[in-house]
């Protein structure tokens, strides 16, 4: 089992940055690849970005050259680094990590970012 929190979600003007943390414990050895989906109201759940230790960084194209993913080697951290936000932007951002980099086995409970335009 893997446990993901997230933090550094809010409130941001447009145009502004925002960065996100997820902690992540337990079996952390067993993940391969390390997930930031997004929900916005209304919306289905979108994969924003993700990073798998071979595979390297993959970026939705609505993000791409605004926001960067990382995180340290151990996956214990991870990071979404968002510049350039708009009011699109807006929605509940999920961690997520799995074994494999199709899609993702334990989730994170999201933080609510807000763009105000």
């Known amino acids: 089992q893997v446990q993901l929190v997230e933090s550094g979600g809010g409130l941001v003007q447009a145009g502004g940055s925002l960065r996100l943390s997820c902690a992540a414990s337990?079996?952390?050895?067993?993940?391969?690849?390390m997930f930031w989906y997004r929900q916005a109201p209304g919306k289905e759940r979108e994969l924003v970005a993700r990073i798998n230790r071979v595979l390297g960084p993959y970026y939705a194209v609505s993000v791409k050259g605004r926001f960067t993913i990382s995180s340290d080697n151990s996956y214990n951290t991870l990071y979404l680094q968002m510049a350039s936000l708009n009011a699109d932007d807006t929605a509940i951002y999920y961690c997520a990590a799995g074994a494999a980099p199709a899609r993702p086995d334990y989730w994170g409970q999201g933080t609510q970012v807000t763009v105000s335009s």
């Open positions: 337990g079996s952390i050895s067993s993940i391969s690849t």
